[in-house]
């Protein structure tokens, strides 16, 4: 969905979705903001602002409420380091980073998905621990004892988002488990810092965000600034 508060032209849905609609209203590519944590296109004047109600785009009433539409993100929990190689991954991986997430359903959203990091370590003497390398091993045999020892990951957290594409079985990539429904994700983008959350099973939308809101207050740019969510 394309959002405005009459100053400015966000979506809430894929970043090329906005692109579209910009250029169908007359907007140059080189006017997007490329912001890292709030991509937008300023709307300069009346006449641009008509254009893109008329065009279809939903008003709201002001900066705040324009943060609260953009932040209907859904969120998944991922066990590291899985959730981590969403946004990294070792430079001799010839398959490049995590681009499947592996579930038993498909689910209807496209968009942007947050990435939970659970609070779960994995241990060598746990049967997560003999399963993950072995996954591991099939995408792409090496040392992966030594990476995973060797990274600083985020635990109980919000650690980034993507974009979920499709759903499908069957996908060709490594990554991609043969049985279970393979979510394609695309387009990562790795936090500055994580949010602390607490991790639920399926998708659901995390509690501390509609906290986060709250405590931004009035002060929207600094809300804007703090809360990653809102990248596209």
């Not at 994580?194 to 906290?211: F, I, K, M, S």
Request: aromatic share 12%; glycine share 8%; proline share 7%.
């Amino acid at each position: 969905m394309i959002l405005t508060d009459e100053t400015h032209l966000v979506t809430d849905g894929p970043i090329r979705d906005l692109h579209e609609f910009a250029g169908r209203i007359g907007l140059k590519r080189s006017w997007f903001q490329a912001h890292p944590r709030h991509p937008h296109y300023d709307l300069t004047s009346p006449r641009m602002v008509a254009r893109a109600i008329d065009a279809g785009a939903l008003v709201v009433g002001d900066s705040r409420d324009l943060l609260r539409c953009i932040i209907r993100i859904p969120c998944i929990s991922i066990h590291q380091p899985l959730a981590g190689l969403i946004f990294e991954a070792p430079e001799n991986l010839r398959y490049g980073r995590k681009n499947i997430e592996n579930r038993t359903f498909a689910y209807f959203y496209r968009g942007p998905l947050l990435i939970q990091a659970t609070k779960k370590r994995p241990w060598k003497q746990d049967a997560y621990w003999s399963w993950l390398l072995e996954y591991l091993n099939n995408v792409q045999p090496g040392r992966w004892a030594e990476y995973i020892n060797s990274q600083g990951y985020d635990y109980g957290a919000i650690i980034g988002v993507v974009d979920l594409v499709d759903c499908v079985d069957g996908h060709p990539s490594p990554w991609a488990i043969r049985g279970q429904t393979n979510w394609v994700l695309e387009n990562p983008r790795l936090f500055g810092w994580p949010l602390p959350t607490r991790g639920w099973p399926g998708v659901y939308y995390p509690a501390e965000v509609l906290q986060l809101l709250h405590a931004v207050g009035n002060d929207v740019g600094w809300g804007l600034y703090r809360w990653k969510t809102v990248m596209q």
